[in-house]
Nanobody, 123 residues
Framework: QVQLVESGGGLVQAGGSLRLSCAAS????????TGWFRQAPGKEREFVAV????????SYADSVKGRFTISRDNAKNAVYLQMNSLKPEDTAVYYC????????????????WGQGTQVTVSS
């Protein structure tokens, strides 16, 4: 069993930065691939980024490539999403999710999900 808790969301002006954290409980989290997803009001949940269990593989949505960076610290049972050059269209609830498999091409059928953290980017 893995439990995920996101933090680091907030209100930021366009062009600013935020760093989201996903804290995990569970001894086996270090063996799980972890993804970040987001959902804006009235829209479907969409893939943002994913990282393999050993950080050997990362993948990003085209909309965030070059602006967002996913990383992990298995010693701390944590995954991070550094978001730079934020745009109003990045406004959404951001979720982290974990799965024993690296789900590429991106899918949403992850084993475990967090509750989400709100990111709001003002213009």
């Amino acid at each position: 069993q893995v439990q995920l808790v996101e933090s680091g969301g907030g209100l930021v002006q366009a062009g600013g930065s935020l760093r989201l954290s996903c804290a995990a409980s569970g001894r086996t989290f270090s063996r799980y691939a972890t993804g970040w997803f987001r959902q804006a009001p009235g829209k479907e949940r969409e893939f943002v980024a994913v990282i393999s269990w050993n950080a050997g593989t990362t993948s990003y949505a085209d909309s965030v490539k070059g602006r967002f960076t996913i990383s992990r610290d298995n010693a701390k049972n944590a995954v991070y999403l550094q978001m730079n050059s934020l745009k109003p269209e990045d406004t959404a609830v951001y979720y982290c999710a974990a799965d024993q498999w690296l789900l590429l091409p991106p899918r949403t059928d992850y084993d475990y999900w967090g509750q989400g953290t709100q990111v709001t980017v003002s213009s």
